[in-house]
């Protein structure tokens, strides 16, 4: 073979072996990605879940949910006035929820601050919500959400041997669930001041991200500050219905998602932007 012959042949050689290499790297990447999506994310795709039980959740939230054929979660608890049922929804009413189809899910009985709890203190936590609605034959919660959005890497653990699903904490910005811990779902929280950037939260629903939304009272007697008037969210869920939005339930994720895989690949972070 003359000299030049050689030369070319050895550093096409060289090319083809770094080429098979990184296509090689991509692929298995990719492959990686598609262990814990198991079901590709479509864009305009929403999760709204409400918290804390307030009465008119089960009065206006769900009608008006219904109206538009969306699915939510909602994440109960037993704040103290929970037995005064012009403030707070009954069990018979969760239970209710429950039947027509949305997620009845886990916001531990008295709403503490988990990172100041016991692995036992928790677990009772958890328990209580879970005894209820087995009692009234709606099934274990497969959801979390942290109260006030306080975290705790020890709850992480907790989670996974009580078999969640999913958690969902604070943070404003978009799910990602190729790089998002499956106990670290980010949230925006809507309130009735909020309309433009919660707008703006919606549209980030889009590349593989999942818009989660955190909402309270329609209204909200007792935590006015969080309140949203049955306008606003009127105005949201025609938004996303008008637009064509595919709205979940927090548990209805499952399918796109290979969580054992998620919750052994991704690493936890607290605090992320
Ligand atoms: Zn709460």
């Known amino acids: 073979m003359p000299y030049f012959d050689k030369r070319v042949y050895q550093y096409t050689r060289i090319i083809a072996t770094l080429a098979v290499y990184i296509i090689g790297t991509i692929l298995a990447i990719d492959s990686q990605a598609q262990k814990i999506v198991k079901k590709a994310i479509p864009d305009k795709l929403v999760v709204l879940t409400f918290d804390d039980a307030p009465a008119s959740q089960y009065s206006i939230a769900a009608p008006l949910l219904k109206k538009y054929g ?3 979660t909602f994440f109960v608890c037993e704040f103290p006035n929970f037995k005064d049922s012009t403030k707070y929804m009954t069990w018979y009413q969760i239970q209710q929820l429950g039947l027509m189809g949305f997620e009845v899910a886990n916001h531990t009985k008295t709403h503490p601050g988990v990172s100041h709890l016991s692995k036992d203190q928790f677990l009772k936590e958890l328990k209580y919500i879970d005894d209820q609605c087995d009692s009234l034959k709606i099934g274990k919660t497969q959801t979390f959400a942290y109260p006030g959005y306080d975290l705790d890497a020890k709850t992480l653990v907790i989670l996974q041997e009580q078999n969640f699903l999913f958690a969902r ?22 309130n009735s001041e909020n309309i433009e950037s919660i707008h703006t939260a919606i549209l980030q629903a889009k590349d593989g991200k999942i818009v989660v939304l955190t909402i309270h009272g329609v209204p909200d007697i007792e935590h006015p500050w969080v309140t949203t008037t049955p306008e606003v969210l009127d105005e949201h869920l025609k938004f996303l219905y008008d637009n064509h939005y595919k709205v979940v339930s927090l548990k209805d994720l499952a399918q796109y998602m290979n969580i054992e895989n998620a919750l052994s690949q991704i690493k936890p972070v607290f605090v992320k932007k």
């Open 70 to 72: 969306f699915n939510a």
């Open 169 to 190: 904490a604070g943070g404003d910005r978009a799910y990602d669930p190729k790089t998002d811990h499956p106990y670290l779902i980010p949230s925006w929280a809507m």
